[in-house]
């Protein structure tokens, strides 16, 4: 089992940037792979993008693709999302989420990881 905390979110302004971290107890970080998700007001939760358990595979949403980069540091035990360029419509609570290295990677879908943080509120100003 693994817990995460996320932390770095804050207000940031249209065009500028963000770094948020997950960062993850237990010695078997590198067991899992790592998905952001993020949640607007009156919307339903939605994937940002994902890391597989070794750091080489990334994917992301067509929202997220370009602006947005995720990586991990398996030493620190922590993934971070580099959020570049940000819009009014990244404001959300962002959630990271694990699930095990054994399953099919990527995964897009809230529902297929077991373990999760508390999240984070980002709110870009314009």
């Known amino acids: 089992q693994v817990q995460l905390v996320e932390s770095g979110g804050g207000l940031g302004q249209a065009g500028g940037s963000l770094r948020l971290s997950c960062a993850a107890s237990g010695r078997t970080f590198s067991s899992y792979h790592i998905g952001w998700f993020r949640q607007a007001p009156g919307k339903e939760r939605e994937f940002v993008a994902t890391?597989?358990?070794?750091?080489?595979?990334?994917y992301y949403s067509d929202s997220a693709k370009g602006r947005f980069t995720i990586s991990r540091d398996n030493a620190k035990n922590t993934v971070y999302l580099q959020m570049n360029s940000l819009k009014p419509e990244d404001t959300a609570v962002y959630y990271c989420?694990?699930?095990?290295?054994?399953?099919?990677?990527?995964?897009?879908?809230?529902?297929?990881?077991?373990?999760w943080g508390q999240g984070t509120q980002v709110t870009v100003s314009a």
């Open positions: 890391v597989s358990w070794s750091g080489i595979s990334t």
């Open positions: 989420a694990a699930v095990p290295r054994g399953s099919r990677w990527p995964m897009q879908r809230d529902h297929e990881y077991p373990y």
